[in-house]
Structure formats: C-alpha cells, structure tokens
C-alpha cells in the first residue's frame, strides 16, 4: 500500500518455510505457490512475467503460480524487500526485459 492508501502492486513471496501459505513463488494473498522446490542457501532463478492481468511465476523454469484476474494496474514497478530480522537475501545480476 502507498501512502496515499492505495493498493501499489503485487507482491512475489521469497519465504523458505515449510507449510506456509504463501511460499517462495505465490503471488503473496491471491496464487499460493504450487511445489516452488527451493531452499535456504540453495541458488534458483525466479522469473516473474507480468503483462496486465496476466501474471506466472517460474522457479528454474517450473512455473509454480499463475494468475489471469490481477485486477491492479501493471505500471512496471518493481520493489525486493526482505521482512526477516537477522536473515539474508542475495539477488544476483537481477534484470528486467519489456514484453512488447
């Protein structure tokens, strides 16, 4: 949510814990994940394509969650955050491709 109160966007859970229900790959709160089959300290490559109201996420090349009813605005905003105290995060060489 933005300051202004408005909804800012969708998010793409990083969350490594068994039995969550909204794991590493979820379209976090609308497509839980589906078998997204990554660990802590283990490297995997996420994709995220989204164009408008469609979204799929793939996790080395399984997609694990898709969605065709995202009703928010696809503005091409892109946000990585950790919510963990004392944990760690890397991204490597992170990239963003337009679709048209």
């Known amino acids: 949510w933005g300051t202004d109160g408005r909804p800012r966007g969708y998010e793409v859970q990083i ?21 997204p089959d990554c660990q802590d300290g283990k490297w995997f490559l996420m994709q995220i394509i989204s164009d408008g109201k469609h979204s799929t996420i793939r996790i080395d090349g399984k997609r694990v969650a898709e969605s065709d009813s995202l009703s928010l ?4 905003s892109i946000a990585l955050q950790m919510h963990s105290k004392d944990a760690q995060i890397e991204f490597l060489r992170p990239r963003i491709k337009r679709l048209r």
Not at 15 to 34: F, K, R
Not at 73 to 76: A, E, F, L, N, V
């Open 15 to 35: 969350y490594n814990i068994l039995d969550t229900t909204n794991p590493t790959g979820s379209i976090y709160g609308v497509v839980p994940a589906e078998d």
């Open 73 to 76: 605005p696809d503005d091409g």
